[in-house]
């Protein structure tokens, strides 16, 4: 078994072909070899029958030519013809009377062959009255021995003799039959022969895909893998199509596996932080109020607006430190079934200083998600766009709102700049941005919120033109 473990697949299905090739090759043989002598001997056997048929016919002659033939006057009556019917017909013959006693033999050679008996057994003798012919076979070294019994009658139907007819059929193979088992064996040899180049093409061509698949396999990575091609849609159509499809979902996995490690990074970062900035931020307005109650100064105005700047500063650092903490700390979904038009009109009401255009369907809209969560995306990308517009340019934003048998669709459009083809990619992680104030979370932290509301987000952009950002979120 370990061997078997260790040969190739491509040796196996080529040994597998050449047993069973072999295999019919043997069977073939065996069988014509079988019906060779069994041919063989049915010749033999019509030959002699053959042979009996025309002795009897001839001995049949002679008795109708006689006045009366009885069991009293036979012997005297086949003596002189037996000479001349064992010549003529090439055949030994013996003639028994009813009692199975031999009286008469063509050849007195023939009575020292072991099988040939001087007297037959009266259950013989009734054996061959009954069927009126019976063949006996023996072998002797390499030649089997034929002896035909059969029952003669006199002109008056009466039971008159037996005669019985010895029939040598040597079975050495004659040069004839030689010749064609010679053929026959050349002709088995050269279609092994040839049996074996297609076995070894073929096995060699079976496997030649699946080879080129192992390498393919073996040269696999995270990603950058290219797909393999296959023109028959069989069995290794399929395998191939199920590796396709396995580096599609390794490469997807690869790139959400490392997009959770970098915001797994921010966000233990977004931590640390925020837990830095704020410590020190509440002792500094503690001190900075106190300050400003105890200082005395002649210019109070002046103090005033040192402390007033010193607390929005603060209160900035708290900002920053908090949209760090909320990046950090995303609350889990509450997700139920609500109007998102009605949601969306809302969130338009509060940009009331915008130009922005809604398209929705008639009546309700229902998805399921967390409706604060969906507010916090929706100010965001309303805010993103708005702010995407360059300022010698009037900001226009249009929402579109599609209502699918499965799904939500909101697109929200703007007239901005665009986004670089080469800084697309980079679009939603942490810290990166376009704008030259915020820092870069926002789009991150829509990202997650809406993957984690079993939705989808995306984007559209061209130079100068826009950039259109698409939102798909679950019915049910």
Known sequence: MSFLNSITLRSRIFLSMLVLLLLSLVITGAFSIYHFYEENEEYHNKRLTRKASNLLSAIDYHFKTVDFVDTEN?????????????????????????????????????????????????????????????????????????????????????????????????????????????????????????????????????????????????????????????????????????????????????????????????????????????NPLTPMRLLVQQLEFTLKTDDKEQLKDFTKAMLDQIDAMVTIADAFSRFADMPTSKRQQFDVKSLLERTIAIFSNLDIDIESPDGEVMVLADKDQLLRVFNNLIKNAWQSVPEARDPKISIRLIDNLENVQIEIKDNGSGIDPEKQERVFEPSFTTKSTGMGLGLAMSQNIIEGLKGKIWFESEAENGTTFYISLPKK
């Open 74 to 278: 036979l012997d005297s009556i086949i003596e002189p013809k037996l000479k001349e019917w064992a010549d003529i017909h090439n055949l030994d013959v013996l003639f028994y009377n009813m009692e199975g006693e031999l009286i008469r033999s063509s050849s007195q050679q023939v009575l020292e062959h072991k099988d040939i008996k001087r007297m037959l057994s009266p259950t013989f003798v009734f054996q061959v009255i009954n069927e009126t012919s019976v063949i006996t076979k023996s072998q002797e070294d390499t030649t089997t021995v034929l002896i035909a019994y059969h029952f003669i009658r006199d002109s008056f139907k009466n039971p008159l003799s037996i005669i019985a007819i010895p029939y040598f059929e040597n079975e050495t193979i004659p040069d004839q039959d030689i010749e064609f088992i010679e053929y026959l064996i050349t002709l088995y040899i050269v279609l092994f022969t040839l049996a074996v180049v297609i076995a070894y093409f073929l096995s060699n061509y079976i496997t030649q895909s699946l080879s080129t698949i192992g390498q393919k396999l073996s040269h696999t990575q995270i990603n950058k893998n290219v797909p393999l091609q296959w023109k028959s849609n069989d069995e290794i159509g399929q395998l191939v199509k199920e590796y396709n499809r396995m580096l599609a979902e390794l490469e997807d996995n690869a790139v959400k596996l490392a997009r959770s490690e970098r915001e797994s990074a921010w966000k233990e970062m977004a931590k640390q932080v925020a837990h830095e900035i704020k």
